[in-house]
């Protein structure tokens, strides 16, 4: 046995599936934290995606290994889309000018809330890896290190790229409303409940993902000073 993989095969087979696993899901975290850094400072920027892809790879590390079992939990998929619903909308809300309106705690509030969306959103995620892992510590380690320079690199080029161009600031927004209601309706006990079927699950997370920009925008053109807002809404 290699490493917790029985041949060789199966163990760069494995690799192989993490290494994609980490490039497709390192986009959810990279939204997030590039929408909670981008109304920071220049130089507080660096810091606050440094800080969240640390905190969200502590996250990983202590978690991975009881996602099965807390997947299956009821009502825990809910509340953790209802928090990245309501993450989103405040993140679209933000200000941002980056004129100094936020107060010296905001790198920390940033911090908060990446990883408040990490363990919301991020039990899917963990799963796959430590699926594709088999059990597997080197894999697991290898998996959550590897994540992180995909999620550096991309929540610094996104964070960019919405101070230059606002659109993609309600982009992540709609990302994010996607997530939150694919995990509120795949909840087991909403699916109990309500047994939705394929349609009905669609139609539920383009709702969550048209209300989240809805509500963000409207939010937008009623409270003019958003950095007061912003104070308002702080956790």
């Known amino acids: 046995m290699l490493l917790g993989i029985e041949s060789n095969g199966g163990f760069f087979a494995a690799l192989a599936s993490i290494v994609m696993i980490d490039i497709m899901l390192a986009g959810d975290n990279a939204v997030v934290i590039a929408m909670a850094v981008r109304s920071l400072p220049p130089r507080s920027k660096t810091t606050g995606i440094i800080l969240g892809v640390a905190g969200a790879i502590a996250v990983r590390v202590m978690c991975t290994f009881?996602?099965?079992?807390?997947l299956s939990?009821?009502?825990?998929?809910?509340?953790?889309?209802v928090l990245i619903l309501w993450i989103a909308v405040k993140l679209l809300t933000e200000d941002p000018s980056g004129n100094g309106s936020y107060r010296a705690g905001s790198l920390w509030k940033a911090f908060w809330m990446i990883i408040v969306a990490d363990i919301s959103m991020g039990t899917d995620n963990m799963l796959a890896v430590a699926a594709a892992s088999h059990g597997s510590f080197f894999l697991i380690g290898f998996g959550l290190l590897l994540?992180?320079?995909?999620?550096?690199?991309?929540?610094?080029?996104?964070?960019?790229?919405?101070?230059r161009y606002p659109v993609i600031l309600y982009i992540g927004a709609a990302i994010l409303g996607k997530i939150g209601g694919e995990l509120i309706i795949t909840d087991p006990a909403v699916q109990a409940m309500l047994k939705?079927?394929?349609?009905?699950?669609?139609?539920?997370?383009?709702?969550?993902?048209?209300?989240?920009?809805?509500t963000g925008r409207l939010l937008q053109l009623?409270?003019?000073d958003v950095g007061s807002t912003s104070d308002h809404l702080q956790p």
Do not use: H, N, Q
């Open 66 to 70: 009881l996602m099965a079992k807390l």
């Open 73 to 81: 939990v009821e009502y825990l998929k809910m509340m953790g889309g």
């Open 147 to 163: 994540s992180i320079p995909f999620v550096v690199f991309t929540s610094s080029l996104l964070a960019k790229m919405m101070d």
């Open 196 to 214: 939705p079927s394929e349609f009905s699950t669609l139609a539920f997370i383009l709702f969550s993902t048209i209300a989240v920009v809805a």
């Open 222 to 224: 009623t409270k003019p």
